[in-house]
Nanobody, 114 residues
Framework: QVQLVESGGGLVQAGGSLRLSCAAS????????MGWYRQTPGKQRELVAT???????RYTDPVKGRFTISRDNAKNTLYLQMTTLKPEDTAIYYC????????WGQGTQVTVSS
């Protein structure tokens, strides 16, 4: 069982920045493909970005050029640097860890005011 704890969410004005963190309770962090998803009320959960164990990254089109996913395997921590935030980025952001199973964090709220 892997526990994931997100932090770093909050309220920010449009154009601002936030950095989300996700601490994982596993010594095998390096082998997981890690990801960030987001969800707003009434909508399906949306993939934001992923990073493989080898460092290969993918982003959904709306965040390309504004968000950066990264990982620190020594600290068992995943990050999401978000810049030039827009009101449409408002959502609950979830961290995931995927190997044979997929684990989810509890989510952190990001609110971008216009």
């Amino acid at each position: 069982q892997v526990q994931l704890v997100e932090s770093g969410g909050g309220l920010v004005q449009a154009g601002g920045s936030l950095r989300l963190s996700c601490a994982a309770s596993t010594s095998s962090f390096a082998v997981f493909t890690m990801g960030w998803y987001r969800q707003t009320p009434g909508k399906q959960r949306e993939l934001v970005a992923t990073i493989t164990s080898g460092g290969l990254v993918r982003y959904t089109d709306p965040v390309k050029g504004r968000f950066t996913i990264s990982r620190d395997n020594a600290k068992n921590t995943l990050y999401l640097q978000m810049t030039t935030l827009k009101p449409e980025d408002t959502a609950i952001y979830y961290c995931t860890a995927r190997a044979y199973n997929t684990y989810w964090g509890q989510g952190t709220q990001v609110t971008v005011s216009s």
